[in-house]
Each structure stands twice: as structure tokens, then as C-alpha cells.
């Protein structure tokens, strides 16, 4: 689809994407090496930036227009292998966050977190993650890698002890050693449970890092991710948990990852960029 808009996210003007005067950076990472099942996480980031375009910059819920803050689109990261991705990532991450801009990256499968999550854990002390996923993704390593995206969560753990993990649904024998079930809000008990935000939140260090994984949602809403799995969160549970976090903590960067767009259903890329939007709207508000 042409379009005269501005290709960077929400489509805006100088005034409120230039990088000098912007507060917060969208990083594209467009990266899909080891995905196990559907590939085409590497056309993510586009898709988001493309739906980006369409938004109404007006939050109703914090009635506030985040966009005044200033959003800079920044240039792609395109890296040959994982440990350089990650090794690149985290270089652009620490410029950023050393010009103290706050950081949005945009994947790509989910190891494209790791140099994100390695940038701010040195930023930010004593930095907790708050972890969205279908996956527990433990694994020590897949296949002989260690580098795989199911493994980025065993990466992390090395990083920071403090993970909450939220609407998982699937896991594997082989990551039983790595995974703390008192650390993970199971989406099944998640549907059974009334005050999960409240206990979830509570495990949490004041400086938070959100790393999500779009398979969090079900994927009656969320079908374009590249491992889909039954059973997921609805729009408002995951809203209503970042509403009740970024009330309380303070969020230090966020990922959104694993869309793996579909060019039969719009929906699912245009819900990234909402969620993206809304997350924005509730830390800067
Ligand atoms: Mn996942």
C-alpha cells in the first residue's frame, strides 16, 4: 500500500520525530534467524511502523498525546549472526540511553531483547523484567544454540535474577532446572485468578524492564506470530497489568517482538501499534 505519510511511527512531522528533540526512540530490529516454526519475524518491524501510521494520537484513557514527547524513528539494525545482533543491539541501546532517550525496540524474533535488556541492567540499578510471552523460553540452549529465541529468557536470568513471567502456556522438560514457577503467572491461572496483577507487580524491583512477546495474546486476536499457542491473554488483562505497573514502578524500556505479519490480516500489526502507543501513553502520562 503507497502512502503520502511519513514512514516513521505514528507518521509525524519533524517537530515530533526528529532525533534531537525526541524523548523517546522506536528501534527497528529486524532480525529472524532461529525461529522454529513460521519465519518472517524479520518483516515485524516494518509491518508495526506501517500500522503505526494510522493511529489517533489521542490516548482517552490518560486523555494525553504522547506524541508531544517527541518520537524518533531510528535506522534498522541489521546484523549478519546472533551474537553480533546482540552485540550491535546493545551498542546502539547504551548510545541511547547515554543521550537519555527512552527506548522502544521493535523485533524481529525475541532474542533481539538481549542486548536491550544487557544495556539497561548497566543504566539502570537493580533492574527487574517484567516478561509477556506464550513461552517460557528457558531452554539452556536449543539445538546446540545458545543463541536460539528459546533460550532468551535463560539469557536474561544470567543478567537479572528478578524475571516475572506472564501468560505463559508452554513449556519443555528440558528448561524445568531454569524455571521458578513462583516467578510465572501461568495463563491458566492467570483466567482462574482475580488479583494476579496485584501479586505479579509485587514481585517486581521499582526499575522495570517489559520485554514482550506478541504470542502473549491469544491468538484468536494475535494470529500473526510465528509460534501461536491457545489459550492466550485478552487486550484489557495485558493493558490492565501495564496500567497497574507503570503506575507503580518505573518502567525503564520496553520490547515488542515475534510479529510475524500476515498480508491477508492487518489487525494483528495495527494491534502492535496500539499496544506500543498505549504502553507510551501510560509511562509518560
Ligand atoms: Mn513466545
Not at 231 to 239: A, D, M, P, Q, T
Request: with cysteine.
Amino acid at each position: 500500500m503507497k502512502s503520502k505519510l511519513p514512514y516513521n511511527f505514528g507518521a509525524l512531522p519533524p517537530e515530533y520525530s526528529d532525533y534531537e528533540n525526541a524523548n523517546i526512540v522506536i528501534l527497528p530490529v529486524p532480525f529472524d534467524q532461529t525461529s522454529s516454526w513460521i519465519k518472517g519475524s524479520d518483516k515485524g518491524p516494518r509491518a508495526i511502523i506501517n500500522a503505526s501510521r494510522h493511529l489517533e494520537l489521542y490516548d482517552i484513557e490518560t486523555a494525553s498525546e504522547v506524541y508531544m514527547k517527541g518520537i524518533h524513528t531510528a535506522k534498522e539494525i541489521i546484523s549478519a549472526n546472533s551474537p553480533k545482533m546482540v552485540q550491535d543491539v546493545r551498542a546502539r541501546v547504551d548510545n541511547l540511553l547515554d543521550d537519555e532517550k527512552f527506548t522502544v525496540l521493535l523485533g524481529g524474533e525475541h532474542m533481539v531483547s538481549l542486548g536491550a535488556i544487557e544495556s539497561h541492567a548497566g543504566h539502570f540499578s537493580n533492574m527487574s523484567i517484567l516478561h509477556l510471552d506464550a513461552h517460557s523460553d528457558m531452554r539452556d540452549s536449543y539445538f546446540g544454540d545458545r543463541f536460539s529465541h528459546a533460550c532468551i529468557m535463560a539469557r536474561a536470568k544470567e543478567i537479572t535474577g528478578n524475571i516475572v513471567s506472564v501468560g505463559i502456556r508452554s513449556s519443555d522438560t528440558s528448561e524445568m532446572g531454569n524455571i521458578d514457577k513462583s516467578r510465572i503467572f501461568y495463563a491458566s491461572a492467570i483466567n482462574k485468578s482475580k488479583d494476579w496483577i496485584r501479586k505479579a507487580a509485587a514481585k517486581l524491583s521499582n526499575n522495570v524492564y517489559i520485554s514482550i512477546d506478541l504470542d502473549v495474546f491469544d491468538p484468536a486476536f494475535m494470529p500473526s506470530t510465528g509460534t501461536p499457542e491457545p489459550g492466550g491473554l485478552g487486550w484489557y488483562e495485558v493493558i490492565d497489568l501495564l496500567e497497574y505497573v507503570a503506575k507503580r514502578k518505573n518502567i525503564v524500556g520496553f520490547d515488542v517482538v515475534e510479529l510475524c505479519p500476515s498480508k491477508y490480516n492487518l489487525a494483528p500489526d495495527f494491534l502492535a501499534a496500539k499496544l506500543i502507543y498505549k504502553l507510551l501513553s501510560l509511562k509518560f502520562a
